[in-house]
């Protein structure tokens, strides 16, 4: 061998040496080869004995001439690029077969499981590119046309789950063997009723033997391309998405006369409200924050002269993750200038009865019933109340209760005490055994925990003294059956909480709401809601601003006070706007909430358009320094400028497909499964391995240092 060709050899088993070397380096940890970090089951061996091949295979010489041969990877991927077009698709043979059912044709696709009724005849499903559709393919040799002969061995040599581009007669399947008989009228045709006489096939790449791939296999996160390729729960999802997407789009561009403005993705940080991504520069001590919303983009926009403006924005929030949340989410935003907040709640009612009507076949009332805050935490405990839940809402019931009852239930003095009356459709015995298995639950310790005081729960039952309900006393007893027409089992709750205005999203009656609810229907003794039952409605008159909370960050003034939904949410009334100078606690902002069973579905506002409004709230009331107030510099200079009045709201996009999705599957739909990449309860994409650590280079480069 040559020096040159000797060169040549040690260069490439170098090459190839690194490879198998980093590879190790990836699927070893604390020396143990760990399953669920070998690349599709791929082992150490396999991968060692692949790059010795490569070795050998890109080393081969002709002589001494130093010309390599060519891999076969390399030889096949030559094929791979010749690849026929399709004059046909799988879906559109579905749809037009009735027009010319016998042609020769050319479909790509997957290939499913293949069935060998002799050496020479073969059955195997082709589904869809997008898996959507399936027809038969019948491979047999028993024709004229010589080229067909080797077709079936072809066919073999391809494993099922392979793309493939082929080629074939779409014919009828002949009558008999367990086929039905072609009807005389076209339209009584079925595509189940035709099938693709095999002559050639070519597979587009080969599908590797260590991937298990079954109509019962389930893939994990990590290889979510599996999972989008094999759930048709996810992959449905998907689809759902698209289509309404487009459907918006075309109801707020056309129908409504919305203008689509895309806003930046690398903004500043600004107190807004919540933790943001940063984004550092190579500019020494600069850096970029990702938007929480486009808020304050589409407000410059209304001073832009922009009348109507929406977009699918993409934000970014670094908040704790809960199974409804995900660090990064898509809103559908929508803001109106000369408008009212009305003007708004209309259009979105219009865009959600649209959705409702094409995607669900639900029709929702013209108008949505509205709830103020106040009311949703009375009733409901809850500023995200779902209706459809068969629990009477929460009543005052302190000034019917004995003194001495009231104190077994609370500390506190001078309590509001609440009752819930729960309609169990199951024996008294049944509801104390439910009852006790539900306050023992770990999920529920938290509401024996109250620093209020615990729930008392009694039963309603007719053959005892007083219906059991001795504690209350004849009158209150008298008053809640004329009140509540109660029946034997039935459960009542009483919870005593401070007396003091409503604040948050929920009080721990309206949690315990929630929780019995699930708990009893789990069990069959109440009846689930329908999967296509849907309650709207918007809560509106919240508080303009709230105590702070330690674990929001907020708009980090020193007021004690943070703005409930935005810093940019103007007062309701001019009477609001004068207890901005005597009580803003007592303020209530022009703030409406669109919720749907129970899940806030979007949030807006009519804003402050005015500079130096905008300027006072930050300054006097929530006691914003001057430093923090810069950050919104931006804002003011385009408010000052003759902003109009104007109001919007931001849908949160994936919770609404989520929603649509479970009403059409009747299946619960997550926020994951409506993502075609979403983030682990950790923060995680547990495919592409990020967040990715940072290495000294890149540290170096963006003038950054890591702390102990």
């Known amino acids: 061998m040559s020096t040159r060709a000797c060169h040549n050899v040690r260069s490439s088993y170098v090459e190839i040496s ?35 091949s490569l070795v050998q295979s890109a080393c081969l010489r002709q002589g001494n001439t130093g010309v390599r041969s060519s891999p076969l990877f390399i030889e096949k991927f030559k094929k791979f690029l010749n690849i026929p077009k399709a004059d046909n698709t799988v879906w559109n043979l579905s749809q037009g077969y009735r027009k010319s059912p016998e042609r020769e044709i ?23 590119m997008d898996y959507e559709k399936r027809i038969q393919i019948v491979a047999t040799p028993n024709r004229s046309n010589e080229e ?33 008989q072609l009807p005389s009228e076209r339209s009584a045709w079925r595509l189940d009723d035709f099938e693709v006489e095999l002559r050639d096939i070519q597979s587009l790449n080969d599908f590797p033997s260590d991937i298990v791939m079954t109509p019962d296999s389930e893939f994990s996160a990590e290889q979510r391309h599996l999972q989008i390729r094999t759930n048709k729960h996810i992959s449905g999802a998907l689809t759902l998405r698209s289509s309404i997407a487009h459907l918006c789009r075309k109801t707020l561009h056309s129908g409504l006369g919305f203008k689509e403005v895309e806003t930046p993705l690398l903004f500043k940080s600004t107190s807004e409200g919540a933790r943001e991504f940063i984004v550092p520069t190579r500019r020494k001590g600069l850096a970029y924050a990702l938007p929480q919303s486009p808020q304050q983009f589409k407000q410059i926009l209304m001073a832009s002269g922009i009348r109507k403006y929406y977009q699918f924005a993409r934000c ?16 559908l935003d929508i803001e109106k200038s000369f408008a009212k907040a009305d003007e708004v709640i209309k259009a979105v009612e219009v865009l959600i009865r649209t959705i409702w009507k094409s995607m669900l076949k639900v029709k929702l009332p013209k108008c949505f019933p509205r709830m103020t805050y106040t009311e949703a935490m009375s009733r409901y405990g809850s500023d995200k109340p779902d ?52 306050l023992d639950s770990p999920d529920n310790k938290r509401f024996l925990e109250n620093p209020c005081g615990g729930p008392g729960i009694f039963i309603y039952d007719s053959s005892k003294p007083l219906q059991g309900l001795s504690a209350f006393g004849f009158e209150a007893v008298e008053e809640l059956e004329r009140r509540f ?48 039952d849907f309650k709207p409605v918007w809560i509106t008159d919240f508080p303009l601003f709230s105590p702070s909370n330690s674990s929001e960050p907020g708009q980090g003034g020193n007021a004690g006070l943070a703005s409930t939904h935005h810093p940019f949410t103007s007062p309701k009334t001019a009477e609001d706007v004068d207890l901005l100078l005597t009580d803003p606690t007592q303020v209530t902002g022009d703030h409406y909430d669109l919720v749907i069973n129970g899940e806030e579905i979007g949030g807006g506002s009519q804003r402050i358009h005015n500079a130096e409004m905008q300027e006072f709230v ?22 000052r400028s003759g902003c109009p009045p104007h109001a919007g709201i931001a849908l949160g996009f994936d919770r609404l497909v989520a929603m649509v999705h479970a009403g059409r599957t009747e299946r619960k739909t997550t926020l994951r499964d409506v993502i075609a990449f979403p983030k682990s309860g950790k923060g995680d994409d547990l495919m592409v391995k990020s967040p990715g650590r940072m290495t000294e280079n890149v540290l170096e480069t963006y003038h950054l240092k890591l702390r102990e």
């Open 148 to 180: 067909d002969h080797g077709v079936n061995e072809k066919l073999k040599s391809i494993k099922a789950n392979t793309p493939v581009a082929l080629r074939g007669f779409f014919k009828p399947k002949p009558e008999g063997q367990g086929n039905r």
């Open 316 to 331: 970014f929030r670094d908040e704790d993750l809960r199974a409804d949340r995900q660090p990064e989410f898509t809103q």
């Open 485 to 532: 027409e109660l029946k034997d089992g039935y459960i009542i709750i009483l919870q005593a909480r401070e007396n003091t205005p409503l604040s948050g999203g929920s009080t721990p009656l309206g949690d315990m709401r929630i929780a019995i609810h699930k708990a009893l229907v789990s069990l069959l003794y109440l009846q689930p809601p329908d999967w296509k």
């Open 106 to 128: 050319v479909l790509h696709g997957y290939l499913g499981s293949r069935s060998d009724l002799s050496k020479k005849l073969s059955f195997v499903t082709l589904f869809s």
């Open 618 to 639: 930050m300054r006097d009331i929530l006691k914003m320094d001057d430093e923090r107030i810069a950050e919104f510099s931006h804002l003011l200079v385009a408010l």
């Open 387 to 438: 209706l459809r839940i068969s629990i009477q809402p929460i009543s005052r019931i302190e000034h019917l209760l004995p003194a001495d009852l009231i104190s077994k239930i609370t500390s506190r003095a001078n309590p509001i005490v609440e009752v819930l009356m729960v309609p169990a459709e199951a024996s008294s015995e049944a509801i104390r055994r439910f009852i006790d298995s539900f």
């Open 18 to 52: 690194n490879l198998v070397r980093s590879y190790k380096k990836r699927v070893f940890k604390d020396g143990v080869l760990r399953q669920s970090h070998i690349l599709h089951g791929c082992s150490l061996q396999r991968a060692q004995q692949s790059s010795r």
